[in-house]
C-alpha cells in the first residue's frame, strides 16, 4: 500500500533521531518560512502567527530545532535513545521537558539546557514559565505571550 508523502514536520523529541545536511536545510527552509509568515500576518518577526497559536507543538519544536537544540528521539520500541528536548501539548499550551535514556545525564542538564531553551523562544515571542514537576524533574510550560 503506498501512502501520500509527508510534508516537513519537526522533531518533537517523540520520534526517530533526525539528523544530516538533508534536515538541516529543511530545518532552515521551514524556519525562513515561519518568520516570513509573521512578518506578514504578525506584524514582526517576534509575534508567534495565528497558525502558530493553533499548532503550538509544532510552531515550539520548530523554533528549537531551527535554534540548534538536540530533540530526544525514541527506537520503534519507545525507548529514549537520545538526549535532548521534548515539546508536547501542555495545560494551556506546551510543555517543553529535557529528557533522555536512562541514565544519559538529561536530569543533570535540564535546568541549564531548559533555561537556554525559554530564552530562544522567549526571543521568540513566547511566554515560558520554568517549574518542577514530579520528583523534581523541570520542565517549561510555553504559553502565548499576553
Known sequence: METEPRGFE?????????SGEGRAAEVRTAYEGLLQIRRLLAGGAGVPAPWELR??????????EAAGFPPSAVDPAG???????????????????????????????????????AAELERHGWECLLYRGPRGRRFLEVERRG
Do not use: F, H, N, Q
Open 10 to 18: 519537526p522533531a518533537t523529541g517523540d520520534g526517530p533521531e533526525v
Open 55 to 64: 499548532l503550538m507543538p509544532r510552531a515550539v519544536a520548530l523554533v528549537l
Open 79 to 117: 525507548r529514549r535513545t537520545r538526549t535532548g528536548y521534548r515539546v508536547a501539548p501542555g495545560a494551556d499550551g506546551v510543555r517543553v521537558t529535557w529528557t533522555g535514556p536512562p541514565s544519559g545525564g538529561a536530569a543533570g542538564e535540564e535546568r541549564d539546557r531548559l533555561k537556554a531553551c
